[in-house]
């Protein structure tokens, strides 16, 4: 039999340097490698002596496309080891900015990195040339999520005003408000868009996946919550580590996680959906009606639908919270540092994110732990394609190659987060 | 009438978080008219499409940190006629060269299951230090409307205006209160390049010195004043090492602090 080789080599349209290599003899698949070669940076080594009140700032630079995400693993961590509470507007507030993060990254994945796979175009900007609307909306769309998350954070990438307690200064009740007309139209938006994207062509391909989220008693889940599956997983964030692991393989310098003993799961946007379909606000919850998916949805080429969902609700969310906001007395509570060990979980555009960090009395890391959510997705990235490509082996090569691309690009995978997590003695406590 | 060829621009990642690169498509409003004025030849974060070089163009993320990268630059400076370094990991080696302060084997033990699997150099250096750059972008991330700004001089064929002097110029033109003088906060303002509108003292806390070293900065004085609003060395040592650590200015500066 003839065998037959795709390789990508270079992946698109992702966060990050990855590629994709696969065997098959006939019809038989033989290999699957999602290759990782992002080059490896290191910070959970060089966390190691830095200050506590340090930490949001550089693990933010490890993505720059969902920075925040890091910002509010790391503050939630620091303040679970010095066994401080921040709530009322400050909590606020983060959700706040959490929104703008989702809005402009949902925006840019649905847009300019998945919707070209849908139409057959190579990128957005080839895209605008018959989809001129769409692409303007979408751009529109990215920098509203961009703004709110300047005005809360002082710019859109790496921003400045996160800290362990709070924030430097919060924004006055007209700053918000200026944003309301703004976002209104952004939900509006982001409605056309879950319609337009629901209209895209969806191969069948419905799985049974472990899916894995946060959930909270009243709130589809950001910064909170307890982790959750749909195989009845049920624990608190700082159990962690007593239910999953990572695995060091050699194709990838990305560690690989399970669900322990060794189940793979998925994280992001299709998770939290499925998990907490009863906590989205009745306006995206009606937007996903109308867009015909229900409660449920394991189609993950769907998935660009349940993205767009998203943006629904934090635009939603970021009226709501805008509508009631009283500024503060203070930007931030007061940190007193103790030796201990803090845990984090939040809910990244791309699925959960977890730190763990251990520290001295003076507040300095001892050590530290990220988890983010590509490196978990990474096992179920490669299953999807072992189903996926006998199913469609028939098709010729550049299209079965592209078919693989867009499979990939389900999960948003950001490979530059992906990285830098090697640091396999971080166990011992 | 015949048409213009336009020029191609191409985008490279090295090792870095993608943000500098990303901040090309936060230019909502600008971006379709930039890929109106040029053919975008290379930019794997946004496209698929894939033309040959050589390019008019080139703007390249990230520090060198792998042998293999080493190579790869050269080769795209080959292929390059104006080559931009955008953001602090490709002008100055980024936070991941705060491992060039470490003991690399005591390092490498500590920190790798498998090694083997792994190909890693012992530093994280700037594309300067391995091929000619052409301009140099500075920030943790860059500025966007300087991104612009660069593109647009490129495309004009003049030279681009990105002030050289403090963050502390921009703070004034601001009308900002000094942190420093009127709160006692530890500020880098005053040693750190111009480039982010003084956005940190705007929010009521000190400049951590993303956009790196400005030209000729005064680091031992700044330290001196750092010493008498009471911080310690160790905590000077972790200000000079942030995003721009292994910039020259900086690197000796926290060195110096550091027994």
């Known amino acids: 039999m003839k065998s037959r080789t795709i390789k990508v080599d270079y992946l698109a349209r992702v966060e990050g340097e990855g590629g994709l290599y696969v065997k098959m003899k006939g019809d038989k698949l033989l290999d699957v490698k999602l290759k990782i070669f992002e080059p490896p940076r290191f910070f959970e080594a060089f966390l190691r002596g830095r200050n506590y009140s340090e930490a949001p700032d550089i693990t933010a630079r490890i993505c720059g496309i969902c920075p925040v995400a890091y910002q509010m693993s790391s503050v939630h961590a620091m303040e679970d080891a010095f066994g401080v509470k921040v709530e009322g507007p400050l909590r606020d507030l983060r959700r706040l900015i959490y929104c703008g993060e989702w809005i402009e990254s949902h925006a840019l994945h649905v847009y300019m990195l998945h919707a070209p796979d849908f139409l057959g175009y190579q990128d957005a900007i080839q895209m605008a040339r018959d989809h001129a609307d769409a692409v303007q909306r979408g751009l529109k769309l990215k920098k509203t999520g961009n703004d709110l998350v300047t005005l809360v954070g002082g710019r859109e990438i790496h921003p400045i005003n996160v800290r362990v307690g709070g924030f430097y200064k919060v924004p006055t009740r007209s700053e918000l408000d200026a944003l309301t007309d703004r976002l209104k139209w952004a939900r509006e938006a982001a409605i056309e868009t879950v319609r337009w994207v629901a209209t895209l062509p969806f191969p069948e391909f419905e799985q049974d996946y472990v899916f894995v989220a946060l959930r909270h008693p009243d709130e589809y889940p950001f910064n909170e919550g307890h982790l959750v599956s749909n195989r009845g997983l049920d624990i608190l964030i700082r159990n962690y580590e007593d239910h999953f692991a990572e695995e060091h393989v050699e194709h990838s310098n990305a560690l690989h996680s399970v669900l322990k003993p060794d189940t793979n799961y998925f994280v992001g946007p299709l998770a939290r959906y499925n998990l907490n379909f009863d906590r989205l606000s009745p306006v995206a919850q009606e937007a996903a009606r109308a867009a015909g998916i229900g409660p449920v949805c394991r189609n993950p080429f769907q998935s660009i639908i349940v993205r767009s969902v998203e943006i629904v609700q934090a635009c939603d969310e970021a009226l709501r919270i805008i509508e009631r906001y ?17 845990h984090g979980c939040s809910e990244a555009p791309r699925g959960i994110l977890y730190h763990r960090y251990r520290l001295d009395a003076a507040g300095v890391i001892l050590d530290a732990k990220i988890v983010p959510p590509t490196s978990q997705n990474q096992k179920t990235i490669e299953r999807d394609l072992r189903e996926f490509i006998p199913k469609f082996s028939h098709t010729p090569q550049a299209e079965l190659q592209w078919k693989c691309e867009q499979a990939i690009r389900n999960y948003d995978p950001c490979i530059s987060c992906s990285v830098h997590f090697l640091k396999l003695d971080l166990e011992r406590e | 009438m015949a ?80 080559l931009v370094t955008i953001g602090a990991c490709a002008t100055a080696g980024g936070i991941q060269a705060l491992r060039n302060f470490a003991n690399v084997e005591k390092f490498t033990s ?45 495309l004009n064929h003049r030279k681009p205006v990105t002030p050289e002097h403090s963050v502390c110029v921009e703070c004034k033109s601001r009308g900002n209160v000094c ?55 160790a905590d000077l040592v972790r200000a000079f090492r942030g995003f721009n650590a292994y910039s020259e200015p900086f690197r000796r500066e926290s060195e110096a602090h550091e027994k």
């Open chain 2, 110 to 154: 500590i920190v790798y299951a498998t090694p083997a699997y792994i190909q890693t150099l012992s530093k994280s250096t700037p594309i300067s230090e391995h091929i000619r750059v052409d301009f140099e972008l500075r920030g943790c991330p860059i500025n966007k409307q300087q991104l612009v700004e660069v593109l647009g001089a490129f």
């Open chain 2, 179 to 233: 942190v420093m003088v009127a709160h006692g906060t530890p500020c880098l303002g005053p040693v750190t390049h111009a480039g982010c509108g003084a956005l940190c003292p705007s929010y009521d806390r000190g400049c951590y010195g993303c956009f790196g070293p400005m030209e000729s900065p005064n680091t031992k004085s700044l330290s001196e004043g750092w010493v008498h609003l009471g911080v310690k060395e």
């Open chain 1, 326 to 342: 009283q500024p503060p007395e203070k930007p931030a509570v007061e940190i007193q540092p103790r030796a201990g060990t803090g």
């Open chain 2, 3 to 82: 048409r213009k060829a336009k020029p191609k621009l191409a985008v490279w990642k090295f090792a870095s978080c993608d943000g500098c690169q990303l901040s090309l498509l936060d230019c909502e409003d600008e971006l379709l008219a930039v890929a109106g004025e040029v053919d975008i030849a290379n930019f794997a974060e946004a496209s698929r499409a894939v033309i040959k070089g050589p390019y008019d163009v080139s703007l390249v993320e990230g520090s060198i940190t792998t042998p293999h990268d080493a190579e790869r630059i050269h080769h795209i400076r080959r292929a390059s006629k104006f």
